[in-house]
């Protein structure tokens, strides 16, 4: 057994705090990555607090890791002791389904094991996250950084960036296509900066009127005030996609009727709640509602690499590990500017 420190939450009602484990001793396929930063996710405190339900604890949740590789198996062949390396939302999979096959793990008919609050495919007990010193996973499950990227700017690519990357690719954003993003967060900004970058026009809807002017600077060519139903009005019809990133309950209503015909509304936010759906909306314009999970590990690699050659890192205000509770709490707020990353040299 590798022992590990990291912060994690006790029940779903206590905060975050320092506590130690244990993980699996690594055998011949697998990666030991000292963890460097780690990006704070709004699943993690979904998952902190049991709002999705299912969550074990302790829980040590964090699932955008960049770290140094310290050990490696004597079957690995992709990593070596000291290459930079990141890990993100999953660390395996069955590897044999249909989903797995075609590399979408992510949707693993037998469940991909997360890489936290999972049962561990390869060891007893469950899967323990990146707010932690080490990790241990399977090569297989572990992405190269490229060269020349900021790492703390790097660590939010590995939830944020595939989580939009992904459907963006999916539904063929590109030039001459009129984008809508929902909320301006950690997936949200990384949106805008993708949508901008795939050659699309990119509009961004707020519920945050200060977050105009970083939006623009983003790349939005305008921002929406979502509250403003003059200016959602003034919208109608004229998006070919909407990528939604909201985390609460909200109605998604208003922004079916902004699509064009054959439109589509893609929510990669995860309210716990359901929301409810006008068809008529839909049936009018053929306009599709669909939803996306993160991106398969080769998907991943691609995004990577993709926003190495474009220079695209995430906006972060990075904290020490101690700060969490308060950096949880602005999250609630929607005051993140645009992702929390842990600076895990922080962890005594
Ligand atoms: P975040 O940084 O907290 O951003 C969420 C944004 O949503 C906020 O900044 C805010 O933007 C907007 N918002 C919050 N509450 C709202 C409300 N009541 N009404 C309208 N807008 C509201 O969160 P995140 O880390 O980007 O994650 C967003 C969601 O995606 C979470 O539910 C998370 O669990 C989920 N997620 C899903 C996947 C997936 O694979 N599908 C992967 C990662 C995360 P404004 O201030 O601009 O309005
Ligand atoms: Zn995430
Ligand atoms: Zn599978």
Same mark, same amino acid.
């Given at each position: ?13 206590? !905060?975050?705090? &320092?506590? *130690?484990? /244990?993980?699996? !001793? ?46 490696? &198996?004597? *079957? ?32 693993? *008919?037998? #469940? ?5 609050? /999972? ?49 963006? @690719? ?26 901008? #970058? ?18 623009? #600077? ?44 054959? &439109?589509?509304?893609?929510?990669? &936010? ?13 049936? #009018? ?16 690699? *691609? ?7 474009? @220079? ?37």
């Amino acid at each position: 057994m590798i022992q590990s420190k990291g912060y994690g939450a006790v029940s779903a009602d206590a !905060e975050v705090a &320092g506590l *130690e484990f /244990s993980r699996r !001793e690594p055998d011949a396929r697998d990666v030991v990555l000292e963890i460097l930063f780690c990006g704070v996710c709004h699943s993690d405190l979904h998952q902190v607090r049991n709002d999705w339900g299912g969550s074990t604890y302790p829980i040590v949740p964090g699932h955008e890791i960049v770290g140094r590789v310290v050990k490696v &198996g004597a *079957e690995v062949t992709s990593f070596s002791v000291g290459d930079m390396a990141a890990i993100g939302c999953m660390v395996d999979s069955c590897r044999e389904c249909s989903s797995c096959q075609d590399g979408l793990e992510q949707y693993c *008919e037998n #469940a991909p094991t997360f890489t936290y609050n /999972s049962p561990d495919r390869k060891g007893p007990g469950t899967t323990m996250g990146g707010y932690s010193n080490n990790i241990v996973a399977d090569e297989a499950f572990v992405l190269k950084v490229p060269a020349g990227l900021d790492l703390a700017g790097t660590a939010p690519l590995l939830c944020a960036g595939i989580t939009t990357y992904s459907p963006l @690719k999916h539904w063929k954003v590109g030039p001459g296509q009129k984008v809508g993003v929902v909320g301006l967060g950690g997936l949200g900004h990384m949106a805008l900066k993708l949508a901008k #970058a795939f050659g699309a026009e990119v509009v961004l809807f707020t519920t945050s009127p200060d977050k105009k002017d970083d939006a623009l #600077a983003l790349g939005a060519s305008d921002v929406v005030i979502s509250r403003d139903s003059d200016a959602m009005a003034a919208q109608m019809r004229t998006f070919d996609f909407i990528l939604n990133t909201v985390s609460a309950k909200h109605d998604i209503n208003p922004y079916l009727n902004l699509l064009k015909r054959d &439109g589509a509304m893609v929510l990669v &936010g995860l309210p716990s709640e359901p929301l409810p759906v006008g068809v008529f909306s839909l049936a #009018a314009q053929r306009r599709t509602l669909a939803g996306s999970n993160i991106g398969g590990i080769a998907e991943t690699q *691609e995004m990577l690499d993709y926003c190495a050659e474009h @220079k695209i890192v995430s906006d972060v205000e990075v904290i020490k590990i101690d700060y969490i509770n308060t950096a949880f709490e602005r999250m609630v707020k929607g005051d993140v500017k645009y992702r929390f990353v842990i600076d895990m040299a922080s962890l005594k």
